[in-house]
C-alpha cells in the first residue's frame, strides 16, 4: 500500500512538473489583485472568488499541458528542455492531451458561472492559450502574446467582479502584457542559439542579447508607468502607490542582475524576483483594500 501511495506521488509531482505549477506564482496575485481593484467600494463576492481561481487553474494548466505537447519534439532536442516529462517518457503526449481538454472544460464550467461579458471574452481568452504555443515558429512578438494570457487572466479578475470592459481595466490588463513580455524575453535568452540554429522565433534569436535586455527594460518601464497612470485616474490609496513603488525597484533590480557578458543570475531574475513583484503587489492592493 505505500508504494502504491508513494508512485500516485510520484505521478501527481510529474504532472505537477509538467505545468509548471510553481508559476503560478505569477499570474495569480493579479488576477486576485484585479478582482480587489475592480470595485473600491466593497469585497468580491466569495462565489465569485472561487470560480476565478478554478477558471485561472483550468486555463493555466491547459495552457501549459497543451504547450508540452506541441512543443515535445522541440523540447527532446533543446539541452535545456530535454529531461521535461513528455521528452523523457514519463508522461505520454496523450496523457497530456488529455489533461489539457479537461482543463479547458474546467475553464469553460467555470467561466459559465460569471457575468455575461467573461463568457463572450471566453473564445479569445481560449485562442490566445493554444495560439501561444506556435508563436514561436513564425512571430519574435511571442513574448506579447504569453504577455497577453497573463494580461488577459488578470483583466478577467477584475471584470468577474465589475461585469464591464472600462479604461482602467485595460490599463491592468497591459501593465501584465508588458511585465510578462518583459520577463519572458529575458528567459528566451537561455535559448537564443538553439532558437537561430532550429529557425525558432525570439526577440534574443531576433536582436542579440543587448538589445533584447533593453527591450526587456522598456517593457517594464512602460509596466510601471500604465500602472501609474490607472493610479492616477482610478480610485486608489496610499498602500497601491507604496506597492507600485516596490514593483518598480524590484523590476530595476531585476534587470539590474543581467549583462550582455553575464546571464549567470538569470534563473534568480526570471523566477524569484517577479514572484515578489506579483506577491508583494497582491499584498499591497490587500492592504489598501482594508484600509
Known sequence: MTTIIKKVKFKILEYFELIKF?????????????????KPDSWPQINTFLWVIVAMIGGRTAAMALNRVIDADIDKKNPRTANRAIPTGKIKKMSALFLAIFSFGLLIFATWQLPLVCKQLLPVAIAILIVYSYTKRFTNLSHLVLGSALGAAAAGGWIAVSSEITLPVILWGLAIVFWVG????????????????NNLFSIPAWLGIKNSLLIAKIFHSTTVLLLIILGSIYPVGLFYWIGLILTGVLLIYENSLLKEDDLSKINAAFFNVNGYVSISFFIFIFLDKIF
Open 22 to 38: 510553481e508559476h503560478t506564482i505569477f499570474a495569480l496575485p493579479f488576477a486576485l489583485s484585479g478582482m480587489l481593484l475592480a
Open 182 to 197: 518583459g520577463f519572458d524575453i529575458i528567459y528566451a535568452i537561455q535559448d537564443i542559439e538553439f532558437d537561430k540554429t
